[in-house]
């Protein structure tokens, strides 16, 4: 095994950093890169550039992951949007009822409709950003 | 990019590839004679800034090619980019052009 052929070795090892779809569109152009710039006889990466790799694979492992989470939790968040909106639609019904028996206090419970309303909007309107890359 | 002000490396990586398409190697080193060899960019750091530019629409994959056994894929600027890049580089610019003339000879404090 040459010199080139170690370096490359070790240069693939810290690139499993990064999460397989970075790999499976860019690890050969990246190692290009790296043999590249490598110095003629280098058979280990520099220091720095082991800390580059690490540091960029790994933030970007993270960032994969989050934003798999945050497209994970949008979509459950959509369940609540029509149960939101059923729930304060139920509650202006009730106090509409309780009203007409005379129940004086019913249009308190508006409020917690509003809030339920609210949520829904809000929930509707969201959509999750990703943190920055590093 | 509005307020925010971009970093140093893509600027430094938008004007490289304003002089034509290159590829990954081709960045490093035009990056290094634009910045008079004072930024060498880490591949690690090359690609994160291409992923994030490709993913903006500031620039784009050009074509593909084997040199030696090993894939080069070249990348070029895109007309969004381009705005970019020049509403940056006037900003830059007249930022410098201010505090070159505050420094100016006649206010007693010529820069060396």
Not at chain 1, 2 to 12: F, K, M
Not at chain 1, 26 to 31: A, D, P, S, V
Not at chain 1, 70 to 88: C, D, N, Q, T, V
Not at chain 2, 24 to 49: C, F, H, M, N
Request: aromatic share 8%; proline share 5%; hydrophobic share 40%.
């Amino acid at each position: 095994m040459t010199g080139q052929d170690r370096l490359e070795r070790r240069y693939r090892r810290l690139l499993a950093f990064y999460p397989r779809s970075f790999r499976e569109g860019h690890e050969e152009e990246i190692l290009a890169v790296l043999l590249a710039g490598a110095a003629e006889g280098r058979n280990r990466p520099h220091p720095a550039e082991v800390v580059d790799l690490l540091r960029r694979g790994v933030s970007m492992r993270l960032r994969e992951r989050w934003l798999r989470q945050s497209a994970r939790e949008a979509r459950r968040a959509r369940w609540l949007i029509p149960l939101r909106a059923a729930i304060g639609l139920w509650l202006v019904v009730l106090t509409g009822v309780l009203c007409f028996f005379g129940e004086w206090w019913a249009p308190v419970l508006l409020l917690f409709a509003a809030i339920h309303f609210f949520l829904s909007i809000r929930l509707l309107k969201s959509r999750p950003r990703p943190p920055s890359p590093g | 990019m509005g307020i925010r002000s971009m970093q140093e490396t893509t600027f430094l990586i938008l004007t490289a590839l304003a002089g034509g398409s290159r590829h990954g190697y081709g960045i490093v080193s035009d990056v290094e004679q634009i910045s008079e060899r004072r930024v060498r960019l880490r591949a690690g750091t090359l690609y994160a800034a291409l992923e994030r530019l490709s993913g903006e629409g500031s620039i784009e994959i050009e074509r593909e090619e084997i040199v030696d056994n090993r894939l080069r894929r070249y990348y070029r600027l895109t007309p969004a980019g381009g705005e970019r890049l020049a509403e940056e580089a006037s900003r830059l610019h007249s930022n410098a052009r201010a505090a070159l003339s505050r420094l100016d000879p006649r206010g007693g404090m010529a820069p060396t």
